[in-house]
């Protein structure tokens, strides 16, 4: 959408096949994560979280895995559908106050 | 439940003008953030207010300033507005118990 980077990585895929999406995040103090979803005009859309007590966490369609060692998030959606084409951020926070970090964000696009 | 309200939604100011935008909470939620997003920064952290005390502060100068009333309503105010200026702003809510973001549709400044 118009509010977002001009030149974002771009995911494409076949509708029906499972995504993946992957984030580097900044800090190892990092103890919470989030992923977003925003659509064209929109503002961002919580998907799922996950704690850095976790190592995964699943949705409704939708999973995110993190990795500490390499400082790594990945979000995998299931069954691609249209609907799902968006830009998806992850967010990261530590201590004290919501203020995240948000990663630079990946454009999604779901081929029929 | 009603989502979280910002207003304007669009607005046009020219450079050296002021701007206030207004950002309506999801009700019962006391934590209230701000962020720019730009095709070039993405989403950047501006600030935090709960209970009307500001609970974080992003790199952002002086001009940037905002407040919260006691009804957890918050304004922020861009002074002496610049070119670059021109972005979404986006308001979060989030609730004590979370500390998920809850995002409004935003407020789009452009800056002439």
């Known amino acids: 959408g118009e509010s977002v980077g001009l030149h974002l990585p771009t995911l494409s895929v076949q509708e029906g096949d499972n995504s993946i999406i992957n984030c580097a995040y900044s800090n190892s103090a990092s103890d919470y994560f989030i992923w977003y979803k925003q659509e064209s005009g929109k503002g961002p859309q919580f998907i799922i979280d996950?704690?850095?007590n976790m190592d995964k966490r699943q949705g409704q369609r939708v999973t995110v895995l993190l990795n500490k060692t390499v400082k790594h998030l990945s979000l995998q959606i299931a069954a691609t559908q249209p609907g799902d084409s968006a830009v998806y951020f992850c967010?990261?926070?530590w201590g004290y106050g919501q203020n995240f970090v948000f990663g630079p964000g990946t454009r999604l696009s779901v081929l029929p | 439940k009603a989502g979280v309200t910002q207003t304007p939604r669009y607005l046009i100011k020219t450079r050296g003008q002021q701007v206030t935008l207004s950002c309506s909470p999801i009700s019962g939620h006391r934590s209230v953030s701000w962020y720019q997003q730009t095709p070039g920064q993405g989403l950047q952290f501006l600030f935090e207010y709960f209970s009307e005390t500001q609970r974080n502060k992003g790199n952002f100068p002086g001009r940037f300033s905002g407040r919260q009333f006691s009804n957890s309503r918050s304004e922020m105010n861009v002074s002496t507005l610049e070119l670059g200026d021109s972005a979404l702003y986006l308001c979060?809510?989030?609730?004590?118990?979370?500390?998920?973001?809850?995002f409004g549709e935003g407020s789009r400044l452009t800056v002439l």
């Open positions: 967010a990261e926070n």
């Open positions: 979060a809510s989030i609730p004590d118990s979370t500390g998920e973001l809850f």
């Open positions: 996950i704690r850095s």
